[in-house]
């Protein structure tokens, strides 16, 4: 890990953060409360977005030489990882709350890591 590895990354996960955690927030913050949800959506980055980042420069000659694919792939694992842990983390769903626990993680996951997606995309052009 290069001080420039570093310099790249860290905007990039503030991006993330910035774009991400709102989101979590808005999608968890009846079942968690808005603090935690907003914690929590730092806290999925905190874990998430450096094993991306280390993980596609260790293969990096692979990555670039199936850029399209590599990205989805990643994206499809991050989504899935995200939703996950946020699955795990939830309380047992009350009787009122008529959306199950593991449909609410992975809409929230699929919405938080589209917007990011885009923003990373429209960066990058």
């Known amino acids: 890990m290069s001080p420039d590895w570093f310099a790249l990354w860290l ?35 905190a874990v998430t977005h450096p094993i991306f980042w280390l993980t596609w420069e260790h293969w990096a000659d692979y990555f670039f030489a199936h850029y399209d694919a590599s ?11 995200e939703a996950a842990l946020i699955w795990a983390v939830l309380p047992r769903r009350r009787p009122w709350q008529r959306v199950p626990n593991a449909l609410l993680a992975l809409t929230a996951s699929t919405v938080a890591n589209t917007v990011s997606l885009v923003i990373g995309m429209l960066n990058e052009g």
Request: proline share 7%.
């Open 11 to 45: 905007p990039a996960f503030l991006t993330t953060v910035l774009a991400e955690a709102p989101i979590f927030a808005l999608f968890l913050r009846g079942r968690l409360g808005l603090g935690p949800a907003l914690a929590m959506g730092v806290a999925l980055q």
């Open 71 to 81: 990205v989805w792939a990643f994206e499809a694992v991050i989504y899935l990882a």
